[in-house]
C-alpha cells in the first residue's frame, strides 16, 4: 500500500491535473497543484462522488474498465470546477494497486482554445512570404477577371484565409461607402460584419463566410447586414464559396446584393396585406358575429357567456368543485341548472366518477325511494330482482337530485339520515352500505318558502344549502346572447349534419331584443328551429311560443292546465319532429334538454303515446 509520501510524488510529477483516489472507500488521497486549480484547493480528502456531474454508474463502469484493462480512456466523466459548472473531459485512468487508481484530466475546452491559439500563431509565423503569394494569387485572379469584376452589378470581394480583403469590386465599393484601398488588407468582418442588425456582436467563429473557407463549402444567406462606413447598415443576401490556389485553399470570394430596397418594400407589402385581412376580419365579424370570440367566453364545458353574472357563475362553479360541498342550484326554468350541474361535477376531482341524475318531480314517494336507495328483490310487490339505487351508482361520485322541492317529505328524511350518516340499507335489507358522494340538488322554486310552508325539511334544507349558485334569467344577461346563438348554432348544424349557417348583425340584433320568458332553453329550441329551416344559409326567427299565441305575452298569468297542456303540446313537437324517437342523439330528450328517463316519466305522466309519431 503506498504511503502518504509516495503518493503526493506519484501525482506531483504528472503534467496534467491528476488525482490519486481510493475506489473502495471512494476517497481522494491526493491531487498535484493543477487538479487543485482546476477542481479546488481542498479537493485532496474529499469523496470522490462529490466532484461528478454524470451519474455514479457512469464512473463504476469507468473503474471497472480501468480495473479490466490496466488503464483506460474515456469522455463520459464530468466533474465541476469550484463554482459548481462542469467541466468537458478526456479522463486517463492507471491501475495503480487493487484498490488504487490514478487518473489524469484533459480539459478539452481549454485544449481547443490552444489549438486556435496555436493555428492563429502558425498563421502569422508563415510571414510575408505566405501573404504575398496568396496576395499576388488573388491579384492575378482579379487581373484575369477584372473586366467581367468591374461590370458585374453585385458587390464580390475576396479574402484571404485570415479573413483579410484582397480585393473589392467597384459595385461593393459603391454600396458599402469603402474605397478599395480603405478595405485591402483589413480584416473585413471587423469592418463591415462586425454586429448584427439590432446592434448584437457578431463574433467571427460564427460568421458563414468564415466558415465557407474553414470548412470548405459554399454558403448561401439570405437575410443578413453588412455595414456602410458611414455607419448605416445595407440588408443582403450573399453566396460565399472557397477559392483555391493550386489545390491549396486560399480564402473565399462572396458575391453579394443589396437588398434593402426590395426587404422595405415586403414590409410594406406585408403591412398594406395586414390591412386588407383587417379590413376583412371586420367584414366577417359583421356577417360572423362571434366568429373569433367564442372560444373565450367558455370558462367550463357548456358555459358560454360574457356578462358579470356568468363570471360569477363560473367563479363560484370553481369554489364549489374545490370545497366538495353538497351545492344547491336555484333558477328559472331553461336558465341552466343542469349544465351548471355537469360544470360542478367535472371540475372536481369526482370528474373520473359518475354523475347520476335523478328526477324528483312525476314520481310517487315510494318510487323514488325505490330508485335512491334500491331495493332487494321481494323487498315490495313487484321488485322480482335486485337493484342497486342511484345512492351506491353515485358513490365517489356526483348526485344530482331534480328539482328537489318535489321530494316527499319521507323520502327526504332519509336522504338526510344518509348525508348525516354516511351509510343507508336498500329497501328489504338489513345491511348498512357506506356511501361517500356530494350532492347537488336544483330547484326552479323558491325553496325557502317551501320551507316555510312546511312542504321542505328544515334540516335537509340546510344540509343541501351549504353552498348556493344561482342561475340568472337571460333576459338580465342579454350580453350572453351572442355568445349562446354561435354556440347552439354551431352545435345544432354538427349534430344535425346541416350546412354551415352564421349568424348576421340583424339576427344578433333580434335576439337581443326578444324578453326571452323560456330562458336558454327557449333560445336553443329557437336556434335550431332556425337551423332546420334556414334557406340559402339566411336564418328566421319564429318567437312563438308552441302552445298558443298568449304564451308569448309576459304579463299572462298560466293556469296549471295551461302548463300542463304547453308542456304536453311542446312534447308532442318534440317526438314528432324526432320521428317518435325519445332518447338518443336525435331523440326529443335531447331537442328539449332533458335527460331521457325524465322524458319517458313526462310522457307517462302526460298520456302520450311516442309510437303515434313514428
Known amino acids: 500500500m503506498l504511503d502518504l509520501l509516495d503518493s503526493d510524488r506519484l501525482v506531483s510529477h504528472q503534467p496534467l491535473p491528476t488525482l490519486l483516489l481510493s475506489t473502495q472507500d471512494d476517497r481522494v488521497l491526493s491531487a498535484n497543484d493543477t487538479a487543485h486549480r482546476l477542481f479546488g484547493p481542498e479537493t485532496s480528502g474529499r469523496a470522490f462522488s462529490e466532484l461528478l456531474q454524470c451519474d455514479v454508474s457512469i464512473a463504476a463502469v469507468f473503474f471497472d474498465a480501468v480495473a479490466h484493462f490496466g488503464t483506460y480512456i474515456d469522455r463520459s466523466l464530468s466533474l465541476a470546477r469550484p463554482d459548481g459548472t462542469a467541466l468537458r473531459l478526456q479522463s486517463y485512468g492507471v491501475q495503480v494497486q ?82 478599395s484601398d480603405d478595405l485591402i488588407g483589413r480584416d473585413l468582418h471587423a469592418t463591415i460584419h462586425h454586429k448584427h442588425l439590432n446592434g448584437e456582436h457578431f463574433p467571427a467563429h460564427t460568421c ?36 483555391y490556389d493550386h489545390g491549396v485553399l486560399a480564402g473565399a470570394v462572396v458575391i453579394f446584393r443589396d437588398v434593402t430596397e426590395r426587404k422595405e418594400n415586403e414590409r410594406k407589402l406585408r403591412e398594406a396585406l395586414a390591412q386588407v385581412e383587417e379590413l376583412k376580419v371586420k367584414l366577417e365579424q359583421e356577417n360572423d358575429y362571434l366568429l373569433t370570440e367564442i372560444r373565450s367566453a367558455r370558462s367550463h364545458t357548456g358555459v358560454v357567456g360574457v356578462s358579470p353574472a356568468i363570471k360569477s357563475l363560473n367563479a363560484r362553479i370553481d369554489l364549489a368543485a374545490r370545497n366538495k360541498a353538497h351545492v344547491l342550484v336555484s333558477g328559472p326554468p331553461g336558465s341552466g341548472k343542469s349544465l351548471t350541474v355537469s360544470a360542478i361535477h367535472e371540475a372536481s376531482d369526482r370528474a373520473r366518477r359518475p354523475l347520476v341524475r335523478i328526477s324528483c318531480d312525476h314520481l310517487s314517494a315510494q318510487e323514488l325511494e325505490a330508485e335512491l336507495f334500491g331495493y332487494r328483490r321481494g323487498a315490495f310487490a313487484g321488485a322480482t330482482r335486485d337493484n342497486t339505487g342511484k345512492l351506491i351508482m353515485a358513490h365517489n361520485g356526483t348526485l344530482h337530485l331534480d328539482e328537489i322541492a318535489d321530494l316527499p317529505k319521507g323520502v327526504q328524511a332519509k336522504l338526510y339520515d344518509v348525508l348525516q350518516r354516511g351509510h343507508f340499507q336498500r329497501l328489504g335489507d338489513s345491511t348498512q352500505t357506506p356511501v361517500s358522494l356530494t350532492v347537488v340538488a336544483t330547484t326552479s322554486r323558491d325553496l325557502m318558502a317551501e320551507l316555510r310552508a312546511g312542504r321542505f325539511r328544515q334540516d335537509l334544507y340546510f344540509a343541501l344549502n351549504v353552498f348556493s349558485i344561482t342561475c340568472e334569467p337571460l333576459h338580465e344577461r342579454p350580453e350572453d346572447i351572442p355568445y349562446l346563438a354561435k354556440h347552439f348554432l354551431d352545435r345544432t348544424t354538427r349534430r344535425l349534419r346541416l350546412p354551415t349557417t352564421r349568424l348576421s348583425k340583424s339576427n344578433i340584433d333580434a335576439l337581443t331584443q326578444y324578453e326571452w320568458p323560456g330562458n336558454v332553453r327557449e333560445l336553443e329550441n329557437v336556434i335550431e328551429r332556425a337551423a332546420l329551416l334556414a334557406q340559402g344559409g339566411r336564418l328566421e326567427f319564429d318567437f312563438q311560443r308552441p302552445d298558443s299565441s298568449f304564451a308569448a305575452r309576459s304579463d299572462v298569468v298560466l293556469t296549471q292546465d295551461d302548463l300542463r297542456s304547453l308542456e304536453r303540446e311542446n312534447l308532442q313537437n318534440a317526438l314528432r319532429r324526432a320521428g317518435g324517437k325519445v332518447s338518443g342523439q336525435k331523440g326529443a330528450a335531447a331537442m328539449l334538454g332533458i335527460a331521457p328517463t325524465t322524458a319517458y316519466s313526462k310522457i307517462k305522466s302526460l298520456e302520450i303515446d311516442p309510437k303515434a309519431f313514428k
Do not use: C
Not at 456602410?228 to 443576401?237: A, M
Open 98 to 179: 487493487p484498490d488504487l487508481v490514478l487518473i489524469s484530466f484533459l480539459d478539452l475546452d481549454e485544449h481547443d482554445h490552444r489549438s486556435r491559439v496555436a493555428e492563429q500563431e502558425a498563421h502569422q509565423r508563415a510571414g510575408l512570404s505566405q501573404w504575398q503569394n496568396i496576395y499576388g494569387f488573388f491579384r492575378e485572379v482579379e487581373a484575369q477577371n477584372h473586366l467581367i469584376l468591374e461590370a458585374a452589378g453585385e458587390g464580390i470581394y475576396g479574402i484571404n484565409a485570415m479573413g483579410q480583403a484582397t480585393f473589392v469590386n467597384r459595385a461593393a465599393q459603391e454600396m458599402l461607402g469603402w474605397s
Open 208 to 243: 458563414p463566410i468564415y466558415a465557407s473557407f474553414r470548412q470548405e463549402e459554399t454558403k448561401r444567406v439570405d437575410d443578413d447586414v453588412f455595414w456602410r462606413k458611414d455607419g448605416k447598415p445595407i440588408l443582403v443576401e450573399y453566396v460565399s464559396t472557397p477559392i
